[in-house]
């Protein structure tokens, strides 16, 4: 399975840009896809997740804010980010695991990431 995740770059504070991840196959085999990201200097950390039956799991720094979903027709995982901060900058990496359950493991599947940053 490869991931390719689009979406990213320069955005203002406040503002609402989406991220797609598109996979090379289906994704109605994928159970958990999700968003991860990194900043620097700081180990990946979970963003969302999202099953196949529609379940979520937020971080708490972005729930409320972000939103993500999956279209299983597209083979694509999207994250739609609202009032973005600049503690929001990172590289965003989609990820997507086979088994279940609400994280996604070094293991797994995992894109290149796309990069964003949040100018105040």
């Known amino acids: 399975v490869q991931l390719q995740a689009c979406g990213g770059g320069l955005v203002q504070a406040g503002g609402s840009p989406r991220l797609s991840c598109a996979t090379s196959g289906s994704i109605v085999s994928l159970n958990t896809m999700g968003w991860y990201r990194q900043a620097p200097g700081n180990q990946r950390a979970l963003v969302a997740t999202?099953?196949?039956?529609?379940?979520?799991n937020y971080a708490g720094s972005v729930k409320g804010r972000f939103t993500i979903s999956r279209d299983d027709a597209k083979n694509t995982v999207y994250l739609q980010m609202n009032s973005l901060k600049p503690e929001d900058t990172a590289r965003y990496y989609c990820?997507?695991?086979?088994?279940?359950?609400?994280?996604?493991?070094?293991?797994?599947?995992w894109g290149q990431g796309t990069h964003v940053t949040v100018s105040s």
């Open positions: 999202i099953t196949r039956d529609g379940i979520t």
């Open positions: 990820g997507a695991r086979t088994y279940g359950g609400l994280r996604i493991y070094e293991d797994d599947y």
